[in-house]
C-alpha cells in the first residue's frame, strides 16, 4: 500500500445508548472522548444510537404495521379466499 493514502485503522469501542452494551472493534473512525476497556487499554469511544445489540431486525422484535389498514382494505375489495376454495 501507498502511505499516506489510506484512513488509518485502529482499535475503537463502540457504545450502543440503546441498549447499553459496548464492542472493541476496529475502525477508521477517530473519537476525541476515551474509555478504559476491560484488557485495562484506554481506547477511542463513539456512542451510537442503534447497532445490532438494539435494532429490532437483530434482536428479533420487528413488527410489522398495518398503518393504513391496507390488508383490510384488500380483503374487502378482493374478498377473503379460505385455502379450500382456492383447490
Known sequence: MKPG???VLRHVVF???AAKTAF???STLD???TIEWEDGETYPVIDVETSSAS???YTGT???LDT???VERFERRYGKQ???ARS
Request: glycine fraction near 4%; hydrophobic fraction near 20%.
Open 15 to 17: 457504545r450502543d445508548t
Open 31 to 33: 473519537s476525541d472522548k
Open 82 to 84: 379460505d385455502d379450500d
Open 24 to 26: 472493541l472493534t476496529r
Open 62 to 64: 420487528a413488527r410489522v
Open 55 to 57: 435494532h429490532p431486525f
Open 5 to 7: 493514502t489510506h484512513p
Open 68 to 70: 393504513a389498514g391496507r
